[in-house]
């Protein structure tokens, strides 16, 4: 039996809100599907992957596709199981983690879930300032703050829905996607040599390592939590055939989108290998010294210029979908709903901090390291997503049918056991050389006991679903508990204030507060006077604004009391909340009435977010009435 959809939705503002419709034609059902993964492939293209594609290619030529391939592969596997959790319980990986591990565990790995999302994002930030300033000359220091706009962006598109979203980052997709087949077609690899990159080999120690680096960057712990979130945006039956059918079309998904992130990266490598191995220039390793060295090898200014509009798509891409992971780790592991905006320039403040710093205190010089920071940092995430979400795929207790077979589990902790030894040996040998440096003695007794708790924690997440035989604890809803008796309390209110703008919406308003009236309450109308005069002296203010909007409130309570309401005409001044709040307390209203003209995005900087900042001023009912 399938397990229902709990009330704390995975991404709930856009749960379920793609309906795969049992009628209509065939094909419009199947790529109603289509979409998640997309979001997902963006994340094996991001900048931090460029530099190891760069170096495989220059350093070793074709010779490292089959890695690409393998990683490929790997990706394939694990976010195919990340699917399979959210299509058939209806969880994102970190509900399902809520309900397993202990508060406290809970909570350090949704630290690290954040710390590892901050990283990604820190990649993306600084792929995409390398791109604008390979493109237009701004200073990296410049390009870096200017990426905080993104924000509106990402709003934007919150608001214009989940279809429109991967419209977006499809067309970002293939901009990468054309830029780099114009790039290939501009090299002209051999096809014959290509091929050899397939059959694997390593040529020496140096090309293992940057095996490692391709593999052990190659699956986003946060790529896992946001897969298994998105494709709860898809509604469809849940019985045993219409999972079936998910189970099969988002396999498609993944594999055309997964398919299609390998043949970006294998161009990076195969662009790397023509331009530059075959040039000699071996010791290509870092993205702005590649966009330099393209147009003298080429002969061409349309390839650096291309390179780095795929750079910008490619950062562009991966910080969107970012902050859809974010969302999905702060809800699921503490239930915790904030505006997506806020999050958003959360994330990217915490990722453009450590960029500012370093550019402005040693400049452009460390700018390489700070992307390989992030790829370690990414790393030591990987085994939190990777080690829970094998046990929860695995049980029949919560899967039913659609637990993963025998062979599949096997096949998966080989390559968990695989991912992790590559990350571990990666992060070691960075320790060993820092070690080796001469650091000091207190830097090296933290990282000691840093590494060991990591490994206690790592052992933890293995140890405790095998403990409890996947039981999941009955932990309080987001909702709470339905009461066994319900009760009603229906207020009579006594007094409502009226909050109007003296507009042709001002009517509405007071229609919409009549309505909530008995036959004895008393209205208080309030309207803040906000010239440059009344803002100065207060009540003192004697211009004409003022004099006309005591005209204005005269005719309104006039106009009322004729009609036979108890009602009284109150101006405020200087600031307009602190102003509303105060009356309203002052004369001891039971309820609020205010109009909303809806303003969104950037119109709530401009024109202020009134009712936002009201609503935490008083603690009685606020009526919002749109205008």
Same mark, same amino acid.
């Given at each position: 039996?399938?397990?229902?959809?709990?009330?704390?939705?995975?991404?709930?503002?856009?749960?379920?809100?793609v309906?795969?419709?049992?009628?209509?034609?065939?094909?419009?059902?199947v790529f109603?599907?289509?979409? @998640?993964?997309?979001?997902v492939?963006?994340?094996?293209?991001?900048?931090?992957?460029?530099?190891?594609?760069?170096?495989g290619g220059?350093?070793?030529?074709?010779?490292?596709?089959?890695v690409?391939l393998?990683?490929?592969?790997?990706?394939?596997?694990l976010?195919?199981?990340?699917?399979?959790?959210g299509?058939?319980?209806?969880?994102?990986?970190?509900?399902?983690?809520r309900?397993?591990?202990? +508060?406290?565990?809970?909570?350090?790995?949704?630290?690290l879930?954040?710390?590892?999302?901050?990283?990604?994002?820190?990649?993306?930030?600084? %792929?995409? $300032?390398?791109?604008?300033?390979?493109?237009t000359?701004?200073?990296?220091?410049?390009?870096?703050a200017?990426?905080?706009?993104?924000?509106?962006?990402?709003?934007?598109?919150?608001?214009? %829905?989940?279809?429109?979203?991967?419209a977006?980052?499809?067309?970002?997709?293939?901009?990468?996607?054309v830029?780099?087949?114009?790039?290939?077609?501009?090299?002209?690899?051999?096809?014959?040599?290509?091929?050899?990159?397939?059959?694997?080999?390593?040529?020496?120690?140096?090309?293992?390592?940057i095996?490692? #680096?391709?593999? #052990?960057?190659?699956?986003?712990?946060?790529?896992?939590?946001?897969?298994?979130?998105l494709?709860?945006?898809?509604?469809f039956?849940?019985?045993? @055939?219409?999972?079936?059918?998910a189970?099969?079309?988002?396999?498609?998904?993944?594999?055309i989108?997964?398919?299609?992130?390998? *043949?970006v990266?294998?161009?990076?490598?195969?662009?790397a290998?023509?331009?530059?191995?075959k040039? #000699?220039r071996?010791d290509?390793?870092e993205?702005?010294?590649?966009y330099?060295?393209?147009a003298?090898?080429?002969g061409?200014?349309l390839?650096?210029?291309?390179?780095?509009?795929? *750079?910008?798509?490619?950062?562009?891409? /991966?910080?969107?979908?970012?902050t859809?992971?974010?969302?999905?780790v702060?809800?699921?592991?503490?239930?915790?709903?904030?505006?997506p905006?806020? +999050?958003?320039l959360?994330?990217?403040?915490?990722?453009?901090?450590?960029a *500012?710093?370093?550019l402005?205190?040693?400049?452009?010089?460390?700018?390489?390291?700070?992307?390989?920071?992030?790829?370690?940092?990414?790393s030591?995430?990987?085994?939190?997503?990777?080690?829970?979400?094998?046990?929860?795929v695995?049980? +029949?207790?919560?899967?039913?049918?659609?637990?993963?077979?025998?062979?599949?589990?096997?096949f $998966?902790w080989?390559?968990?056991?695989?991912?992790?030894?590559?990350?571990?040996?990666?992060?070691?040998?960075?320790?060993t050389?820092?070690?080796? /440096?001469?650091?000091?003695?207190?830097?090296?007794?933290?990282?000691?006991? %840093?590494?060991?708790?990591y490994?206690?924690?790592?052992?933890?997440?293995?140890?405790?679903?095998?403990?409890?035989?996947? +039981?999941?604890q009955?932990? @309080?809803?987001?909702?709470?508990?339905?009461?066994?008796?319900?009760?009603l309390?229906?207020?009579?209110?006594?007094?409502?204030?009226?909050?109007?703008?003296?507009?042709?919406?001002?009517?509405?308003?007071?229609?919409?507060?009549?309505?909530?009236?008995? @036959?004895?309450?008393?209205f208080?109308?309030?309207?803040?006077?906000?010239?440059?005069?009344?803002?100065?002296l207060?009540?003192?203010?004697?211009?004409?604004?003022?004099?006309?909007?005591e005209?204005?409130?005269?005719?309104?309570?006039d106009?009322?009391?004729?009609r036979?309401?108890?009602?009284?005409?109150? *101006?405020?001044?200087?600031?307009?909340?602190?102003?509303?709040?105060?009356?309203?307390?002052?004369?001891?209203?039971?309820?609020?009435?205010?109009?909303?003209?809806?303003?969104?995005?950037?119109?709530?900087?401009?024109?202020?977010?009134?009712?936002?900042?009201?609503?935490?001023?008083? $603690?009685?009912p606020?009526?919002?009435?749109?205008?």
């Amino acid at each position: 039996m399938i397990n229902k959809i709990h009330e704390d939705a995975s991404l709930s503002n856009v749960h379920a809100s793609v309906n795969i419709s049992e009628k209509g034609r065939s094909w419009k059902r199947v790529f109603a599907f289509f979409g @998640p993964a997309y979001l997902v492939s963006v994340g094996y293209m991001d900048p931090g992957n460029w530099a190891t594609d760069l170096a495989g290619g220059s350093q070793f030529g074709y010779t490292l596709i089959w890695v690409l391939l393998l990683s490929n592969v790997i990706a394939l596997l694990l976010q195919g199981l990340s699917a399979r959790l959210g299509i058939v319980r209806g969880r994102d990986l970190a509900q399902a983690n809520r309900e397993v591990y202990p +508060r406290s565990v809970n909570l350090v790995l949704y630290l690290l879930a954040e710390v590892a999302i901050a990283a990604c994002d820190l990649a993306e930030v600084l %792929g995409m $300032a390398i791109g604008i300033n390979l493109l237009t000359g701004l200073p990296l220091l410049g390009g870096v703050a200017l990426t905080v706009l993104d924000t509106f962006l990402f709003l934007l598109l919150q608001r214009l %829905g989940m279809r429109k979203l991967e419209a977006f980052i499809l067309a970002l997709i293939a901009v990468i996607g054309v830029s780099f087949l114009v790039e290939i077609l501009m090299v002209r690899p051999r096809v014959g040599e290509v091929l050899t990159g397939f059959i694997p080999r390593l040529p020496n120690h140096e090309a293992l390592y940057i095996a490692v #680096g391709i593999v #052990g960057a190659t699956v986003m712990p946060h790529n896992l939590y946001l897969h298994s979130a998105l494709v709860q945006t898809r509604k469809f039956a849940r019985d045993i @055939p219409g999972v079936k059918q998910a189970l099969k079309w988002n396999m498609w998904d993944s594999t055309i989108a997964l398919n299609l992130a390998f *043949l970006v990266n294998a161009a990076i490598l195969v662009l790397a290998a023509t331009a530059f191995f075959k040039t #000699g220039r071996t010791d290509v390793g870092e993205i702005q010294q590649a966009y330099k060295l393209l147009a003298p090898l080429l002969g061409t200014k349309l390839a650096p210029l291309l390179f780095a509009i795929a *750079l910008i798509a490619s950062g562009q891409s /991966s910080t969107v979908t970012g902050t859809l992971a974010g969302q999905i780790v702060m809800e699921g592991y503490l239930r915790l709903r904030i505006n997506p905006w806020l +999050r958003r320039l959360l994330t990217r403040l915490v990722a453009i901090v450590p960029a *500012l710093v370093v550019l402005w205190i040693y400049g452009d010089q460390e700018i390489n390291q700070l992307i390989v920071l992030s790829q370690v940092i990414l790393s030591l995430q990987l085994g939190f997503a990777v080690i829970p979400l094998i046990h929860f795929v695995s049980d +029949r207790a919560s899967m039913g049918p659609f637990a993963i077979r025998r062979r599949t589990q096997l096949f $998966a902790w080989v390559v968990a056991a695989v991912l992790l030894y590559l990350n571990l040996a990666m992060v070691f040998g960075l320790v060993t050389d820092y070690f080796h /440096s001469g650091a000091p003695f207190g830097w090296k007794a933290l990282i000691v006991v %840093g590494i060991a708790g990591y490994l206690f924690l790592l052992a933890y997440t293995v140890y405790l679903p095998l403990r409890l035989r996947y +039981r999941m604890q009955n932990l @309080p809803r987001i909702h709470g508990d339905i009461q066994p008796e319900l009760t009603l309390d229906i207020p009579h209110y006594q007094t409502i204030s009226i909050a109007l703008e003296f507009s042709g919406s001002d009517m509405r308003i007071i229609s919409h507060a009549l309505g909530q009236a008995g @036959p004895h309450t008393e209205f208080i109308l309030i309207h803040i006077v906000e010239s440059a005069s009344a803002r100065m002296l207060g009540a003192h203010t004697f211009d004409e604004e003022s004099k006309e909007d005591e005209r204005r409130m005269a005719v309104y309570v006039d106009f009322l009391r004729t009609r036979g309401y108890r009602v009284q005409g109150l *101006l405020g001044y200087r600031n307009r909340v602190n102003e509303i709040v105060r009356l309203v307390k002052e004369y001891k209203a039971d309820m609020l009435v205010m109009g909303a003209h809806r303003h969104a995005g950037l119109q709530d900087f401009i024109h202020g977010a009134t009712i936002d900042a009201v609503r935490h001023g008083i $603690a009685i009912p606020l009526l919002v009435v749109n205008v």
